[in-house]
């Protein structure tokens, strides 16, 4: 059995697996919650245990039971401030290991950058979702699913003004137009840009609960926006839309 001994500690291979998985678990962690709301919520939490054994040190013992009370509940209040975190957490874990999809074919993502193109230089609004590893079945059963091959023409005539279809989001999903007019959340609880329309809330929502990568063309500035992981890029245009998108659908 592989073991070494440093110092007096005696270290077999259990101990290292047991370091490594450790490791990466808070690797991961580290990685899901950057430049989340969760950054915030972890220094609250750390200045609160600070104060807490600085008011124990200093004998400020009101102060101390209180915070040791609200430190004895620690596990039930990470659950509450994070649980949309950890829903996208086990979600993302599960989804790599079970629903890993193929990459986005280049033809189509081709043919989505010249319809977004064309839909912003005419000033047509338009929300595009491309599903990726976590399934947004929910999304695709409230809209009008199509179940159609991708092409440009398609997507256009989707968000023609005049047709009953153009009034919601696009799902893209396994380089097919899985469904159109679907709802999605709306971004809760957030200071966004005022500038920010229905469907640019819209997309920030699906893909903070999701991994997808949402698209929208906005009708009144004629701009071209991507959402990934909660947060928005805006005013891209061609050359910029194609390498944000390229390294979205990387992640």
Not at 67 to 81: E, H, Y
Not at 89 to 108: E, H, N, P, W, Y
Not at 159 to 186: M, Q, Y
Request: proline share 2%; hydrophobic share 50%; net charge positive.
């Amino acid at each position: 059995m592989l073991s070494f001994t440093v110092g007096n500690l005696q270290i077999n291979w259990r101990d290292i697996l047991d370091i490594l998985l450790v490791g990466y678990i808070f690797f991961r962690i580290i990685l899901l919650i950057k430049g989340t709301r969760a950054v915030s919520v972890i220094y609250g939490l750390l200045l609160i245990i600070v104060t807490y054994f600085a008011a124990g040190q200093f004998g400020l013992y009101t102060l101390n039971w209180l915070l040791g009370n609200f430190l004895g509940s620690i596990f039930l209040v990470v659950i509450i401030l994070f649980r949309r975190d950890i829903r996208k957490a086990l979600a993302v874990m599960g989804a790599t290991t079970i629903f890993k999809k193929d990459s986005v074919q280049t033809a189509v993502l081709d043919e989505l950058i010249l319809a977004l193109v064309h839909m912003a230089k005419n000033k047509t609004g338009a929300l595009i979702v491309i599903e990726r590893n976590i399934p947004i079945g929910d999304v695709v059963s409230g809209g009008i699913e199509l179940h159609a091959a991708f092409s440009k023409d398609l997507l256009l005539t989707i968000f023609h003004p005049d047709t009953p279809l153009h009034d919601g989001a696009v799902i893209i999903r396994d380089n097919r137009i899985e469904a159109a007019a679907c709802i999605l959340p709306l971004a809760v609880g957030l200071k966004h840009e005022s500038s920010l329309g229905t469907r640019h809330r819209a997309a920030i929502g699906v893909t903070e609960e999701t991994d997808a990568v949402a698209l929208i063309v906005s009708e009144e500035r004629g701009s071209i926006s991507l959402a990934v992981g909660g947060r928005i890029t805006s005013s891209l245009n061609e050359v910029r839309l194609k390498k944000v998108l390229a390294a979205a659908l990387r992640k």
